[in-house]
């Protein structure tokens, strides 16, 4: 069995998420094996500055490489689906950066040929992977606070008012909730007993056609509802709560979140704590290598499933549609 630091990475995309991955890699004493780039000269200039032994001028040249056993995907969303594909048909592991698909048919493909080839996909989604919400799951299930309840979430984020920006561009499946909302209910469902089967959603679209805010209510048959507010043009807390019988959770800047406060009904409060923030990456790194060397499934894709299947629905309901869908 290969030594975690044997584990060649490849890197799909030479940008400033690569560049912070690749930071995680070396500090958790992984390979930074090799860099993939349309341009080869901001591939060498990548290699060079971030201590990576390989530079390629092209995505398919780099997966020709067999040394690379991992794929970091790292490109704008609407592509991952192309790329995916491209590095599972190289037979390479996989992990990629949120949204993982435009949509569930794209993941669906990308994971029946996972499996099929007995390689693993992940979506580097980084609340799947902090350990404060391991214990919070945890502390959720044990009942301390009652039954669960109700799982409000907050994320404004505002953009420039550009039409011509990625953020806004239909044709790079553009909007907040596959930019945010993919957070958002990221933190939702690994709270809610089941997958939510009632789904009531508005929504306010720019102009290009994309959503730039909406309001979505969840709930499942475990009568767990769940209130999701989303905007591009205004800022709003990155704050979840999970309310119970007992006390709710506050959970602020909750996409890499290291420590919550618990408030009892008679007002008392605790704080719990877990992980570091600023090891984010390290987490997403160190769980995906174990799977690889270990030949375990991904433990978070059902959760991935679930939350590209909500934000499809969504949109159903929008009659906001990409390219090609």
Known sequence: MKNLKNVNWGILGPGAIAEKFVQALHEVNGSAYAVGSRSFE??????????????YGSYEEMLKDEAIDAVYISTPHSNHYEYMMKTLHAGKHILCEKAITVNGTQLKEVLALA?????????????????????LRGIVQTGKLGPL????????????????NRFFNK???????????????????PFLTSQPNEVLTTVKTYDTGVDEQSGIILKNDHEEMAVVSLTFRAKMPKRGIVACEKGFITVEDFPRADKATMTYVDGTTEEVQ???????????????????????????????????ELMDEVRGQWGVRYEGE
Do not use: W
């Open 42 to 55: 901001k591939a060498k200039r990548f290699a060079k500055e971030h201590g990576v032994d390989q530079a």
């Open 149 to 164: 309840k109700m799982v409000q979430v907050t994320f404004g984020s505002c953009k420039e008012n550009d039409p011509s």
């Open 115 to 135: 499996e099929e080839k007995n390689l693993i996909v992940s979506e580097a989604m980084t609340i799947f992977h902090m350990p404060l919400y391991k214990k």
């Open 274 to 308: 877990a992980g570091e923030s600023g090891k984010a990456l390290h987490y997403e790194i160190e769980n995906m290598q174990e799977a690889i060397l270990n030949g375990t499934p991904d433990a978070t894709q059902t959760l991935t499933r679930d939350v590209m």
């Open 171 to 189: 044709e790079l499946a553009g909007g907040a909730l596959l930019d945010i909302g993919t957070y958002a209910l990221s933190f939702v469902r």
